[in-house]
């Protein structure tokens, strides 16, 4: 696995202006620090406390960025250091994040987690959730907090259609969002979408941060302990 390689192959396939998130979860400190030597500055993690304890021995310039699932309890433990908590699902979690990003005298960005695949399983705020909470507006008055897009999984099928379907509604939720709550709000910026095995049509969807694991750092192997 030459990760330096993988690296930048995939950034030559990358437009301008889409951002990458190198995935690194269930990898070890050292295969981080071979993609930060070669120039990879943000990573994304969706275990919290695997994440914290890369996040002490690895540089202190990498931007860490949560993508898993996120327990409230578990946001106090990532406040000090994260850049980006992209799995946002309730308006609670954007309130303890505000809280925990205080008291460490920071500021957290968040994006809103949208749940656009058709599969039961993946986590998000359904459209019409997501629109009561913006609607409702208390958002507004967290401080240490910024709202910096969207994010989304779209379902694991070889069914390209279906796939670039739920991007294109991403993005739809996007631009409505943009529109109505965000148009003075430049930090409101990001499409956060596709992964190893679909970040092309996500891409054409109109993605402008994708979140690749597997074709940077290899298979991953749970069973495996670091
Ligand atoms: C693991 C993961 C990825 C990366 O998946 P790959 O297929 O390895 O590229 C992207 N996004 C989320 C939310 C993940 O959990």
């Known amino acids: 696995m030459d990760i330096k390689e993988n690296l930048n192959r995939i950034k030559a396939t990358l437009p301008a202006g889409v951002r990458l998130v190198a995935v690194s979860k269930t990898h070890p400190a050292e295969m981080i620090q071979e993609a930060y030597d070669a120039g990879q500055r ?6 919290v406390q ?4 890369k996040s002490q021995v690895l540089p202190a310039d990498i931007e860490w960025h949560f993508i898993g699932h996120v327990q409230s309890n578990k946001i106090r433990m990532m406040a000090p250091y994260v850049s980006v908590i992209q799995g946002i699902d309730s308006f609670d979690k ?6 925990q990003a205080a008291k460490n005298g920071r500021h957290i960005t968040c994006y809103l987690q949208l749940h656009i695949a058709s599969e039961e399983t993946k986590f998000g705020f359904s459209p019409d959730e997501c629109s ?29 259609a279906q796939v670039l379907g739920e991007f294109r509604r991403l993005k739809e939720l996007f ?6 709550y965000f148009s003075a709000s430049p930090e409101f910026n990001t499409i956060s979408a596709g992964m190893s095995g679909d970040y092309e049509l996500a891409i054409k969807s109109g993605s402008n941060m994708v979140r690749i694991g597997s074709s940077i750092f290899g298979e991953r192997n749970y069973n495996l302990k670091k």
């Open 132 to 160: 009561a909470m913006l609607e409702q507006g208390d958002w507004r008055n967290l401080r240490n907090i910024t709202i910096g897009g969207v994010m989304g999984m779209a379902t694991n099928t070889d069914d390209e």
């Open 42 to 47: 943000v990573f994304g993690e969706n275990k």
């Open 50 to 53: 695997e994440m914290t304890a």
């Open 175 to 180: 631009d409505t969002y943009k529109a109505k």
């Open 94 to 99: 954007l309130v303890e994040t505000d809280r």
